[in-house]
């Protein structure tokens, strides 16, 4: 079976065309993946602007799908294609409505089922797939409980997952999410947009001079697996406004900044993920999202994860939004019968809860 999955809930508007391969374990193929990224448009506002997102995706749209459909030489009357998979929440709801009002579109034209996919989801199942040769496969059963932690631009969360299908929020920010935290931080330092990967460039070369900054490890001591992030955002403003213009303009100053920043996102994401496999026993732990593309994030899991918890964690290119999660969490929702018939019924749900999807 194959697979379109439309991505449009943020910046990226992303296709992807994905075949299922039937066994036991149902494995995937990614035949293509192609996005568009806004990142040169948000960049000169350091953020992302519903509206101005929603006029890029209608317009990359059309040719994005042109892309995906050169790369396979389909008849755009009647291409090879059995389901169209696409985001209909959480996100930006002018962007979701760009993606469902093309995917309605597309299905009325080539009398597809349109299968409605819950953006979260999909970053978990993405990340817990294994690769194997050209497939992502699922895994065994034995990775059950599992303790995901979604942490992107929009959103930080904690998700508990009991065996296939079955999800629980069980922490999630309170305010800014973690990818928030490192775009907004970001932008105090005049570093550019999306944050993260600036942040974890700089905070990688090393320094020979100090500043001694310390920042604080906002609600990681606290009893339950939220988080906060927009004290983090404070402590920086404030750091950076009483540094002399010299210092805080300095390379020096801009990558001990980086690297706190990071590590303090990073000791909070971690410690309470910890946490969440201790008191539920977990057996992995699954990373989705973009900053799940993080290496130090990766690596700190490594380190303190004990023997006999697997880390799950999906390849960095699909770490970020990709219309192959897309496609894959589509596939789950369609051999159960879970789509609407009539693809016109279908609608944003721009504040859609993971645990209300199953
Ligand atoms: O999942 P994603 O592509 O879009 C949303 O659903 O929001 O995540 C984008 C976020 C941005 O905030 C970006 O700064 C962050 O992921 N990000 C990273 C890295 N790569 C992307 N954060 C930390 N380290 C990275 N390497
Ligand atoms: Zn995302």
């Given at each position: 079976?194959?697979?379109?999955?439309?991505?449009?809930?943020?910046?990226?508007?992303?296709?992807?065309?994905?075949?299922?391969?039937?066994?036991?374990?149902?494995?995937?193929?990614?035949?293509?993946?192609?996005?568009?990224?806004?990142?040169?448009?948000?960049?000169?506002?350091?953020?992302?602007?519903?509206?101005?997102?929603?006029?890029?995706?209608?317009?990359?749209?059309?040719?994005?799908?042109?892309?995906?459909?050169?790369?396979?030489?389909?008849?755009?009357?009647?291409?090879?294609?059995?389901?169209?998979?696409?985001?209909?929440?959480?996100?930006?709801?002018?962007?979701?409505?760009?993606?469902?009002?093309?995917?309605?579109?597309?299905?009325?034209?080539?009398?597809?089922?349109?299968?409605?996919?819950?953006?979260i989801?999909?970053h978990l199942?993405?990340g817990l797939?294994?690769?194997?040769?050209?497939?992502?496969?699922?895994?065994?059963?034995?990775i059950f409980p599992s303790v995901a932690l979604i942490v992107?631009?929009?959103?930080s969360q904690i998700v508990l997952m009991k065996e296939?299908?079955k999800y629980e929020i069980i922490g999630e920010?309170?305010?800014?999410?973690?990818?928030?935290?490192?775009?907004?931080?970001?932008?105090?330092?005049?570093?550019?947009?999306?944050?993260?990967?600036?942040?974890?460039?700089?905070?990688?070369?090393?320094?020979?001079?100090?500043?001694?900054?310390?920042?604080?490890?906002?609600?990681?001591?606290?009893?339950d697996f939220d988080f906060?992030?927009?004290?983090?955002?404070?402590?920086?403003?404030?750091?950076?406004?009483?540094?002399?213009?010299?210092?805080?303009?300095?390379?020096?100053?801009?990558?001990?900044?980086?690297?706190?920043?990071?590590?303090?996102?990073?000791?909070?994401l971690v410690s309470k993920t910890l946490k969440a496999v201790e008191q539920f026993q977990a057996k992995s732990v699954i990373l989705g999202g973009?900053?799940a593309?993080?290496?130090?994030l990766?690596?700190?899991f490594?380190?303190k994860l004990s023997?006999g918890v697997q880390l799950l964690a999906?390849?960095?290119?699909?770490?970020?939004?990709?219309?192959?999660?897309?496609?894959?969490?589509?596939?789950?929702?369609?051999?159960?019968?879970?789509?609407?018939?009539?693809?016109?019924?279908?609608?944003?749900?721009?504040?859609?809860?993971i645990?209300?999807?199953?």
């Open positions: 079976m194959r697979i379109l999955g439309i991505e449009t809930s943020c910046d990226d508007t992303a296709i992807a065309l994905v075949e299922t391969k039937d066994n036991q374990r149902t494995s995937f193929r990614i035949l293509s993946n192609a996005i568009a990224s806004q990142i040169s448009i948000h960049q000169q506002y350091g953020g992302v602007f519903p509206m101005l997102a929603k006029r890029e995706h209608q317009k990359n749209l059309p040719l994005v799908l042109e892309q995906v459909f050169k790369e396979h030489n389909f008849d755009p009357a009647r291409p090879a294609i059995d389901a169209i998979a696409l985001t209909y929440g959480p996100g930006l709801s002018p962007c979701l409505w760009a993606g469902i009002t093309f995917a309605q579109e597309l299905a009325k034209k080539w009398n597809l089922p349109v299968i409605p996919v819950d953006h989801e999909a199942l993405i797939m294994r690769q194997s040769n050209d497939f992502l496969q699922f895994p065994p059963d034995t992107s631009g929009g959103h296939r299908g920010t309170r305010d800014d999410a973690a990818g928030e935290a490192f775009d907004k931080t970001a932008r105090i330092l005049g570093l550019p947009y999306p944050g993260g990967p600036s942040i974890a460039k700089q905070a990688l070369i090393p320094t020979n001079r100090t500043f001694a900054i310390t920042l604080p490890r906002p609600m990681m001591r606290s009893k906060s992030f927009s004290g983090l955002k404070t402590a920086v403003l404030y750091d950076y406004q009483a540094r002399t213009p010299e210092e805080r303009e300095s390379q020096e100053y801009i990558r001990e900044m980086s690297s706190e920043i990071q590590q303090a996102i990073v000791d909070v973009g900053v593309a993080n290496t130090a990766r690596e700190r490594r380190e023997e999906p390849l960095p290119q699909l770490s970020t939004d990709n219309g192959a999660m897309i496609a894959i969490a589509g596939y789950f929702r369609y051999i159960k019968g879970e789509y609407p018939q009539d693809a016109s019924t279908i609608e944003a749900k721009p504040n859609l809860r645990s209300q999807v199953c």
